[in-house]
């Protein structure tokens, strides 16, 4: 499932914000704003997808949709919000396309800091995305 929403995120990167990317190793925490979104296949399996931006690149995406040089902390919270089901929507398409797999998909949550710090993830994969940082995570539910 990790490898389905990564490919989702790295044509986010091409397709829709166009900035250049890598795959790079899981980091030191940081300052990260993080989402998640409940996906459930038709097979019975249920994972939480997480996606995480740093204030750098969160702050660029909504450059690109908003046009905001400096937007205030709702502002990032909710293209935070919409990155995320950008992502885990566009996943969800791979999935039925390309493996014969149909999921359903939640409404997308920020977690708090606090809930970012007690969370325990089953699989993560990291992108530098001009400079800033996205994390994809998974979690078995």
């Known amino acids: 499932m990790l490898p389905i929403i990564v490919e989702a995120a790295t044509n986010f990167c091409i397709h829709q914000i166009r900035l250049p990317y890598d795959l790079v190793p899981t980091s030191a925490k940081k300052r990260t704003l993080l989402a998640y979104i409940d996906i459930e296949t038709t097979n019975g399996e249920s994972h939480r997808a997480y996606i995480g931006c740093d204030a750098m690149l969160i702050q660029s995406i909504a450059e690109i949709f908003l046009g905001e040089d400096e937007s205030d902390e709702q502002t990032l919270i909710d293209m935070l919000l919409e990155t995320t089901n950008m992502i885990v929507g ?3 398409v791979l999935a039925s396309e390309l493996y014969e ?3 359903t998909i939640a409404t997308p ?3 708090s800091h606090e ?3 007690s969370l325990h993830l089953d699989d993560v994969q990291c992108i ?3 400079g ?3 994390t994809i995570a998974l ?3």
Do not use: N, P, Y
């Open 101 to 103: 797999t149909t999921m």
């Open 128 to 130: 530098g995305i001009d």
């Open 139 to 141: 979690q078995r539910l």
């Open 132 to 134: 800033g940082e996205m």
């Open 115 to 117: 809930e970012i710090a």
């Open 109 to 111: 949550f920020v977690l």
């Open 90 to 92: 566009s996943a969800k």
